[in-house]
Nanobody, 112 residues
Framework: VRLVESGGGLVHPGGSLRLSCETSGFTLSLYTINWYRQVPGKERELILSVERSGPDRNVANSVKGRFTGSRNDDWNIVYLQMNNLKPEDTAIYYC??????WGPGTQVTVSS
């Protein structure tokens, strides 16, 4: 089982990024995938859960209306679309196969 995040980088406040979580070694369509983020010195925060079908669940108040998840099970990839980014969104972003495997993370920095 492997998950690898990509798409992070430096963006100005108000900008957008789309993160990808490429998966392998399991049947993606059978699993919920979570997106988390972590700032050094703080606990890892659940942002949202990309369900097997239907809308995202567990959407954090801090990102509601700005971040959305999506997935393409045929391509084994899950996305996190982040709009109207704020400096407080700066963190390392992780995808997680619910309950067990994690990717190594990708850094997102929001700064002018």
């Amino acid at each position: 089982v492997r998950l690898v995040e990509s798409g992070g980088g430096l963006v100005h406040p108000g900008g957008s990024l789309r993160l990808s979580c490429e998966t392998s070694g399991f049947t993606l369509s059978l699993y919920t995938i979570n997106w988390y983020r972590q700032v050094p010195g703080k606990e890892r925060e659940l942002i949202l859960s990309v369900e097997r079908s239907g809308p995202d669940r567990n959407v954090a108040n801090s990102v509601k209306g700005r971040f959305t998840g999506s997935r393409n099970d045929d391509w084994n990839i899950v996305y996190l679309q982040m709009n109207n980014l704020k400096p407080e969104d700066t963190a390392i972003y992780y995808c997680n196969r619910v309950g067990d495997y994690w990717g190594p993370g990708t850094q997102v920095t929001v700064s002018s």
